[in-house]
């Protein structure tokens, strides 16, 4: 059973913008700390935001770029992203924090061109 679904993800050239989506079961993860995660080609994945209630993180790599947030009524989770940059070229993931291995999904692709 799938519990997290990311879409989203697509090209976009440098200082361009997506947002990701994540939709999520709100039976099981209603209470549960929530994060976007990446994985870049040849690197190990690593948390870009987290997020419960008003308490969010985010990497420094992404900070003042990138939004996360909760729409607990679409049982949906966001990141937009805005001003790209080529070191953003990953597969993004979402899971909760931290990050437990039966939730992991395929992700969704970004790939920012220079």
């Known amino acids: 059973q799938v519990h997290l679904v990311e879409s989203g993800g697509g090209l976009v050239q440098t200082g361009g913008s997506l947002r990701l989506s994540c939709k999520f079961s709100r039976s099981i993860f209603a209470k549960s700390i929530m994060g976007w995660y990446r994985q870049a080609p040849g690197k190990e994945r690593e948390l870009v935001a987290r997020?419960?209630?008003?308490?969010?993180y985010y990497a420094d790599s992404v900070k003042d770029r990138f939004t996360i947030s909760i729409e607990g009524a679409e049982n949906t989770m966001y990141l937009q992203m805005n001003s790209l940059k080529p070191e953003d070229t990953a597969v993004y993931y979402c899971?909760?924090?931290?990050?437990?291995?039966?939730?992991w999904g395929q992700g969704t692709a970004v790939t920012v061109s220079s």
């Open positions: 899971n909760t924090y931290p990050p437990a291995r039966q939730f």
């Open positions: 997020k419960y209630r008003s308490d969010i």
